[in-house]
DNA sequence: GTACATCGTTAGTCGAACTAACGCAACGGG
DNA sequence: CCCGTTGCGTTAGTTCGACTAACGATGTAC
């Protein structure tokens, strides 16, 4: 099992005494930045072992629950880049997990459709990310979570309104 | 002032019909990368302002709280990386806010001293980045942000012990 | 004294987030 | 019917943070 992907020992400032003055560690902007790098590098670590990236899931959710769409759409749907966009499909597509057509109605649109591999896919990456946020929330009680998921949404939903 | 650093309009996307699916919008890690992008930005601004970056306060708050250092030394208390080390240094030496001197008994190391000028450059940060927080925080109650940094620190914690 | 660890430094990788600009197609109004 | 605007897919490129690798010089332990 020991995959060593993540960082080994050695270099990595581990705060090894401590010392990290009060006052860093009580900011939550720099809490939030730490806890992300870890919490990216556990997911991408976790999908990476079955071939699959986050943007992967993202487009395939909103796929399935909403049916398909062009890109540009699914970029709105899913907060990837329309430009970053391109790069996913083509992944997706050569996995044989999208299909993307032209729009007859409207030549500038492909329009993108999940396969019943991508389908079928979709249940085994949301029980992988499952149990990475299990992993990554580990200490947390469940209410602990939910209270968590809160506080974020909140936080979240206020500075992407007022933009 | 108008300058317009952030997102303007246009391009992004803003999840404006709110068809982000359920499974999507429920994940933590997704609301701490997003939450935590915007909240980079917002701190990285607002120092740029004051011609301060993030590193500076930390090797600075740090020289404060435990005093002179080594290069070495100061990136396992805050965290940076010694490679990084080297140029954030160099832009507090540039700004006269620290003082890197040759160690006479280690011939390897440096020693770092903040300046009289850092010293009272701290206050002025600490102040720049309580508003910067205020902000951050904005829709949760004095108790809820309290509560939201003890879980951080929780997570944190447990992923930087459990390496 | 020789192996090993540590220090400062340089260089470079990787991924995420983002901007700019392109050619093309569709839409809306005069 | 043309025309300006807007939306689309795509390419390219920037910036930034996090991180790895390797270097030469120095110090430490056996």
Redesign the interface.
């Known amino acids: 099992m020991g995959a060593m992907t993540?960082a080994e020992?050695a270099?990595?400032?581990?705060?090894?005494?401590r010392?990290?003055?009060?006052?860093?560690?009580?900011?939550?902007?720099?809490?939030?930045?730490?806890?992300?790098a870890?919490?990216?590098r556990?997911?991408n670590e976790g999908l990476a072992q079955v071939d699959a990236r986050?943007w992967h899931y993202?487009v395939l959710?909103?796929l399935?629950?909403?049916g398909p769409g062009s890109q540009a759409e699914l970029?709105?749907?899913?907060?990837?880049?329309?430009s970053d966009m391109v790069g996913v499909l083509n992944e997706l597509a050569e996995r044989d997990l999208v299909e993307r057509v032209p729009d007859p109605d409207d030549r500038r649109r492909n329009i993108i459709t999940i396969s019943a591999r991508g389908r079928r896919r979709l249940p085994r990456l949301?029980k992988v990310?499952d149990d990475?946020?299990d992993e990554?929330?580990?200490?947390?009680s469940p209410a602990?979570?939910d209270?968590?998921?809160q506080?974020?949404?909140?936080?979240?939903?206020?500075?992407?309104r007022t933009?």
């Open positions: 993540r020992a270099d990595m400032p581990d705060d090894g005494a010392k990290t003055p009060d006052r860093l560690r009580r900011q939550a902007s720099r809490l939030l930045s730490q806890l992300t870890r919490s990216d556990l997911i986050k993202a959710a909103s399935q629950e909403y970029s709105r749907r899913s907060g990837i880049y329309r949301d990310l990475l946020h990554l929330l580990a200490p947390l602990e979570r209270q968590l998921v506080l974020l949404t909140r936080l979240l939903d206020h500075h992407t933009s």
